[in-house]
């Protein structure tokens, strides 16, 4: 689907939702038409934006469009800003008849902070989410139980309501911190399992005991997930400074583990802005035949 919180195209000029998705910290793509050549649906420097749930604005439509669309969210998955410059050629590969080529250039803005996956709407994660929402953090908050979710959410949290929960950790972006609390320890196995499987999670925290714990990496281990896969299982969540079994003071504890988390993102993000530009240069020197085309056809 490609909107999914309305029908059809959204009103918004491509800068309106760039704007918007900036405010609200979601990780979207803006797409350019770079050069034409021939007949095109759109002229260059013709803007639509994509984000993970909603399209903005358009590059003219039919195919060209949807393999656009469908290039941009694959970006998105990784979690990364960069510049990708694609060729698209308008003929039957694409199921369109005008002929045309066109340069398209995917700039990808990915949020600074850090993405979340809160798997339960219990009563820990009722303590928990007000105080994440306070911080520089991105959140899911996931449960197949729609009744357990307050009616107010806060900005920054997204509720995703799932009768099979665990189809969520496919869904999720590369680099997401996942935390498990929900009620069902079947489930917070599944979860864990399908989390290490996948292996492109920032990082795992599962709510338990030490014993809780100690079961979880021996079934993993007769599963045949490696000792480091199961080592990046963090159980018990939580700083051990802090203890008590309140929900309010396991959230604390919890809290305190991803305040650490994401100061040490910031701290180690490595600065990759001149090599993301020069690689863009790079593509874009196939762009000068192109615009000789376009002056020919002219």
Known sequence: MLNQSTQGLHAHTWLEAATELEASAATYVIVTLLGAAGSTPRASGTKMV????????????GHLEFKAIEHARTLIQRGESCQEVENFQLRASLGQCCGGQVLV??????????????????H??????PILA??????????????????QIPASVKKVIDDEPVAQVKAAANNTATLILTHNHQLDFALCQA??????????????????????????????????????????????????????????????QL????????????KQKGKQWKE????????SPLQSKKSKTG
């Open 50 to 61: 994509i984000s993970d749930d909603n399209i903005y604005a358009t590059i003219g439509g």
């Open 105 to 122: 250039l995917f700039e990808v803005f990915a949020s600074d902070k850090l993405h979340l996956d809160v798997y339960g709407a219990g």
């Open 124 to 129: 820990v994660a009722h303590a928990l989410i």
């Open 134 to 151: 306070q911080l520089p953090i991105q959140i899911r908050w996931i449960d197949s139980r729609a009744e357990l979710f307050p009616e």
């Open 195 to 256: 989390v290490l499987k996948r292996d492109q999670s920032l990082w795992l925290g599962v709510i338990g005991s030490d014993t809780k714990a100690k079961k979880f990496q021996y079934r993993l281990m007769q599963r045949g997930f490696s000792e480091q896969q199961i080592d990046s299982m963090t159980c018990p969540v939580g700083l051990s400074e802090v203890s008590g079994k309140l929900p309010m003071e396991v959230a604390v504890s919890i809290a305190g």
């Open 259 to 270: 305040v650490a988390l994401y100061q040490s993102l910031q701290d180690d993000k490595p």
């Open 280 to 287: 863009l240069q790079d593509n874009l020197v196939h762009l």
